[in-house]
């Protein structure tokens, strides 16, 4: 490595140490202001906390860091960790100098009040009351879309900022197969199918014991407490304060144990990922993950592939009976069919495995239409009722359960929503190799050791952080790119299975 | 008010605005490390709280600073509010630029080696371990009083820091007759007196429950839950994180219920000397209290005159007993007697209202004679012993629990003792005023209106904050200076009654 390689590299890595400095005091006065800020600290809060977003926002477009990356773009002297550091930093860079400064501040401004409009609009369930201001908000991801730049489609520009190398091409590709099978699968659970007994998960279930078994279950897959918290929150998210310092959060419902556990096995499995990385991989930023889809199939593996598959509660109906003993005559088969009960509803994450999926593609369609100009904003609750009276057979009485019932859209987050559904998908395809790889998983996991799983997910995903992008992530790991035909293979066995279909 | 002036005074609260961005942050990240942070955080950690603190440092020093300091300083179209700020900034900006800054970067890494060596002394409960770091400690505190400079005693310039106007002198004239007279008059309660009763307050106390009393009474003090946090600690204490987020930390002993009920009260006074304060005293840096021996007051004022008193029994004895049934058959009197024994021990935190401020001489002389050249590092432990059996009439059995029991002098914090002593003075000194302004103040706490007490503090106390120093600020509300024969006259009287003294 050439002298002026190293100062260079130094020089941009100083930088990354000062933009982490300021990201995980961001990270630490975010998760304080939802789990355990006094109400009124929110006024002084936001004053510190937007000051530092703004500090960080300057690095990340600092001149001189955009000269480093400039140097080091090219050099393949650098390890394959650097020079991924310098593909992702420099992207941002690009991506965030590209929008005019004055447009970043209005889009921020029209932000809170899109956010507040929607709130207001939610609880009257009066889609009027938002529409000025989404169609403000649609609007700006236009021209952002335009500025960032983008080849077959506005909606491309979007989508790669939550899941790089995606297109709506691409999308397309994963979206048919899953509609043309998905759907018809759906009605035929509906009409043919014998849907599990729900009254073995019925009941009443103290909080305080929630929490407990939550933590169990925590450690169960390998969550490192000495590493790590859970703590409380109305809306639960997992954050990495830092390396060796990676938090979840959630909640709990008194009529329903298995949201406080899946919750917890969710947001577990995003903090493994985090918790699998080494320090390195934070210095150079490369700490978010491969993707948002990547992200979320690792949470989607333990919820579900784990959570929800009958060798986990071989393993763990005994545990749980130990902390709610009502569990105490109630199998291990009639607990795992109990919590993969199939019911087309209108909340998205309420939703099971098969509808999961379809609420998504909804949701991918209109934000694509609504960007290429070819969905009017005023038309969006027709079209929302009427698409998931197509794909879920269920018609939201109003717009609250319809489309005003998330809150993405309010914050500009369009293109964040194929992820959710992306991560099933990547969980399907991993999942096959991983079947390969330890054909006796099922066993094992029945037998308690589910780390077995987790050190494979380790390997081959944890701590490579966002060292390779999803596709070359996928083709590594599984031999090709995303393919959905994994998903719908699993979802038709398992549910085809539970719903006695033949 | 000149042009000029409005825009120096603008460039001054908006640097003012920017330490407290960094302040708050720091304090975060402080309290989070003791409370939530999980064990590993910590390397991460100190790289953050470092940077910020380094930062902070920068900010406190600024030559913009300075000279807007300089231009401001006799400014009489100010405020009150905005002279006081002036007064106190500028003379924290000059303290630290009076050292050279690489003296401040040796004094640092010593430190850090003396915390460790005194860790491992006390372990060990060697003084030998910790006397060569224990000896640079001091040296540097020696150096830092000739930088900061004072007219009589070189301690002087070290108390100023923590205790604004105090002197050698001045300390001198408020312990001789505490020395005169708490000394003989623990000696007659050993000798003459009937200690009370305890067994009423021993037995085991769940921990959740002693949550929850804390919580009562927090509550029962007007401490204002949205707008602060009570969270489980090692070591309690209490911090501002902002205006408006004033939080509280606390811990409890399984066999001591006074311990937890205590410590919240303590902390709880603290707090709401800084609920108390207005917006705009957080916003001129005036938020830290006129000193701490006054920020003491407020502590002891809670802990001791109300909580160990006979009125607050009178209303709490039943709160108490409906979490803890066992002190149903109770009487107040006899929970109050029984929190009030006084035993001469050789832990100055866990000691009495009798014995604590003769742990406090004790200290304050060392230090004085430590930082004047008079006493050797080397007789410490000597020293220590034989003060303690002069004053207590105890003599530790090693070092342990002697001169090695108490971390400040490790850290470097010579001069801050006094204070610990100084708020038990000011308390009492306060009450012989609160006594004449509120004559059925006793009647009414043991009605349960403690808020009588509180909104007195609030007026003449809390709201002012830094405003005044401490001399003025006892000036203005008792009409004289510090003045230790009120502390006498209480101690004396609420004792010999508690131990049937004639």
Do not use: C
Not at 33 to 49: C, D, F, K, L, Y
Not at 106 to 116: G, K, P, V
């Amino acid at each position: 490595m050439k002298g002026t390689t190293v100062d260079t590299l130094t020089t941009y890595k100083e930088h990354l140490k000062e933009m982490n400095i300021i990201s995980s005091a961001l990270a630490l006065l975010s998760w304080d202001q939802e789990t355990h800020m006094p109400p009124h600290g929110i006024t002084a809060r936001s004053q510190v906390s937007g000051r530092f977003a703004k500090h960080l926002f300057k690095l990340a477009i600092a001149p001189e860091l955009g000269e480093t990356i400039e140097a080091l773009a090219a050099d393949s002297s650098l390890t394959i960790e650097e020079q991924a550091s310098i593909r992702d930093i420099g992207k941002q860079y690009r991506r965030q100098k590209a929008i005019p400064s004055e447009m970043i501040e209005e889009h921020a401004i029209i932000r809170s009040q899109a956010q507040a409009a929607w709130a207001e609009a939610r609880e009257q369930s009066d889609f009027a009351v938002f529409q000025p201001l989404l169609t403000k908000m649609v609007d700006y991801s236009r021209r952002f879309a335009d500025y960032y730049g983008y080849e077959d489609h506005p909606y491309d520009a979007l989508l790669e900022e939550y899941e790089p190398g995606m297109t709506v091409e691409k999308l397309q590709a994963v979206i048919e197969p899953l509609r043309e099978q998905l759907v018809p699968f759906l009605r035929r659970l509906a009409t043919e199918g014998t849907p599990p007994d729900t009254t073995p998960i019925e009941g009443s279930y103290a909080v305080d014991q929630q929490r407990e078994l939550a933590r169990v279950a925590l450690q169960l897959i390998g969550y490192d407490f000495d590493a790590g918290t859970l703590d409380d929150v109305a809306h639960p998210f997992t954050t990495a304060i830092a390396f060796d310092d990676v938090r979840v959060t959630n909640r709990y419902l008194e009529n329903q144990v298995t949201s406080g556990l899946f919750g917890a096995l969710h947001e577990g499995g995003h903090a493994l990922y985090n918790q699998g990385m080494p320090e390195n991989l934070y210095d150079l930023r490369l700490d978010g993950g491969s993707s948002n889809g990547i992200h979320e199939s690792q949470s989607r593996m333990i919820e579900n592939l784990l959570g929800r598959g009958l060798p986990f509660w071989t393993y763990f109906q005994p545990v749980l009976a130990e902390i709610f003993p009502q569990f105490r005559d109630i199998s291990p088969e009639a607990v795992y069919r109990a919590v993969n009960v199939v019911t087309p509803s209108f909340i998205r994450v309420e939703a099971d495995e098969v509808t999961y999926n379809l609420h998504i593609m909804l949701r991918a369609e209109l934000e694509a239409g609504l960007i290429a100009g070819e969905i009017q904003v005023a038309d969006l609750p027709e079209r929302w009722n009427e698409a998931m009276d197509r794909y879920l057979g269920v018609t939201p009485p109003n717009d609250a359960l319809g489309v005003l019932h998330d809150v993405h859209w309010s914050v500009g987050y369009f293109g964040y929503f194929p992820s959710y559904m992306l991560g099933n998908l990547y969980v399907s395809q991993m999942v096959t190799k991983i079947r390969q790889d330890l054909p006796n998983l099922d066993e094992r996991i029945a037998a308690g050791d589910v780390l077995v799983l987790i050190e494979w997910l380790k390997k081959h995903v944890h701590q490579l952080g966002a060292v390779y992008q999803p596709d070359e992530l996928m083709t590594r790991i599984t031999g090709q790119t995303l393919d959905s035909s994994h998903f719908i293979r699993y979802v038709e066995a398992k549910y085809s299975d539970i719903y006695g279909l033949t």
